[in-house]
């Protein structure tokens, strides 16, 4: 479904971050990616997403390598494949809790056909999977608590069930008993769209929770040739 072979990225004017040999990443799998601050994770998540593109190799979803589009089918690609769950939520605060979780299917025709009744339908029922009643769905994102955002994130991120879920340590937030019903949350939406999942956490008693565990200072050797 994903893989990186022979990846190098580099910031500008830097030396490599990232080099990574062969990744690959299979439908419906669970992934917990971590290292220490500073490792490349977040870079790794935007090759990943094609918001970066590596300086060589290829890095390929559903058989696509992202630096054969231009931006503009990029754009549109990650828009119907990839759902992203940010630290820092990046929900749209003039909006109501169902317009944010709509949003995807209005950039991705293919995520709007996916939606059983429609798109909007489909919101409400993630929404309510989630834990957020209909109270809720017509309120402002930034009048709810933080703990309610994250949620609307997730909502937000697996509308249209796309192939691939990005969560950039979207827990850090939360106290334990939170944090631990939004990943039963996370992990059974998942599933049950069949989507793989890249989970971004420096916690890691969460990490026997998924099927495989990427270590990135030892799967990166641009960090083996610095050391």
Request: with cysteine.
């Amino acid at each position: 479904m994903l893989e990186l072979r022979d990846v190098r990225y580099a910031w500008p004017g830097g030396a490599d971050c990232l080099a990574i040999g062969h990744l690959a990443l299979s439908q419906g799998r669970t992934h917990f990616l971590h290292g220490p601050s500073g490792c490349g994770k977040s870079t790794l998540l935007g090759l990943m997403a094609g918001v970066l593109l590596a300086r060589q190799g290829r890095v390929s979803l559903l058989g696509q390598d992202w630096a054969e589009l231009p931006a503009g089918r990029r754009d549109a690609r990650r828009a119907d494949h990839v759902g992203v769950i940010f630290q820092q939520f990046n929900l749209l605060p003039y909006l109501s809790v169902l317009d944010n979780v709509v949003l995807p299917t209005r950039f991705s025709a293919l995520r709007a056909g996916r939606c059983e009744g429609g798109p909007a339908a489909a919101a409400t029922a993630l929404l309510q999977r989630v834990g957020l009643g209909a109270d809720l769905h017509g309120r402002r994102a930034d009048a709810l608590s933080v703990g309610q955002q994250q949620r609307v994130a997730a909502a937000r991120a697996l509308i249209g069930a796309p192939e691939l879920v990005i969560a950039d340590e979207p827990t850090s937030a939360l106290d334990a008993a939170r944090r631990d019903d939004f990943m039963a949350l996370l992990l059974d939406a998942c599933a049950a769209a069949r989507s793989t999942l890249v989970f971004v956490s420096h916690d890691e008693r969460l990490a026997a929770r998924f099927d495989e565990r990427i270590d990135l200072p030892t799967l990166n050797r641009a960090a083996a040739a610095v050391s």
